[in-house]
Each structure stands twice: as structure tokens, then as C-alpha cells.
């Protein structure tokens, strides 16, 4: 039924459930789990960077592994293929994207995530991977 499930994370509570939720799945259907850190980079908000630019790319990039560890952090992984990944660009549009590119069969994604600032800027990932996904998305809480 589903070979193929996407799991993206921002690292908190609501996305580490998905993963778990997406784990349990993986190993009672023999599916293959991708797990996907977008990197919300300054360019994707309209804001061009110089100077110290690749400093702040490089920690944007060391706090993506952060993000990818905390996720998976203390979950059963034994018997499941899982292949990380991170991407910078606009967290719904990559995930949109990697959904068509990768044949996944199912999102697994967390309810809420990025948090009291960004969250109002960025809007609802999780609406937009919803409304737009061609495949079923299944929404944590």
C-alpha cells in the first residue's frame, strides 16, 4: 500500500510525534521512510545576504543535522530504511517537491511547528502540504 513516506521536520514535539507515528507505519508495511529538513534560508523571505553570507549558510546547514537528530532522537529505527535529507527553500514548496520527485505514497507530518515568530510568517506548512499534496497526508497533533 505505501512504499514510500515522507516525514518533514522542523525538530519540535508535533513533528518527532510524526516521526514516530511514520515509524510504527514503516515497519508494519515494509515502506522505506524519508525524512526531510527544509532550511528556511533569508534568500526564500526576499532577503538578499553579503559578506558573512556563508557563515550564516553553514549554520543554518549545522542546525538542519541538529534538527534531522532531534527528530529521530531515542526512536526505534531497527528494521527501517530511512534516508535524511535537507533542502533550503520554502518549507511547503520543497516538500511539495520532493513528494513528486521521490513517488511518495504518504506525508506523515507534525500539526504545528517553527514556533511563536515564525509561524505567523511563514503560515501553515502543514495546510499547504495538505491542500496541495497529490498523495494522503496524514497531520499529527
Partial sequence: MY???LVPTDG???SRRAMQQ???LAKALGAKLFLLHVIYTPETLGYVLTG???VIQDQLNINAETVLHATIHGIDLTGIELEKMTKP???AG???QEIEKLKIDLV???SHGYGQIAGPLL??????VLAKAHCPVLIVK
Avoid: C, F, R
Avoid at 503560515?123 to 499547504?128: I, L, N
Fill in 3 to 5: 512504499k514510500n513516506i
Fill in 94 to 96: 520543497e516538500i511539495l
Fill in 52 to 54: 558573512g553570507a556563508t
Fill in 108 to 110: 506523515v507530518m507534525g
Fill in 89 to 91: 527553500g520554502h518549507p
Fill in 12 to 14: 519540535s514535539d508535533y
Fill in 123 to 128: 503560515g501553515s506548512v502543514s495546510q499547504k
Fill in 22 to 24: 511514520a515509524v510504527d
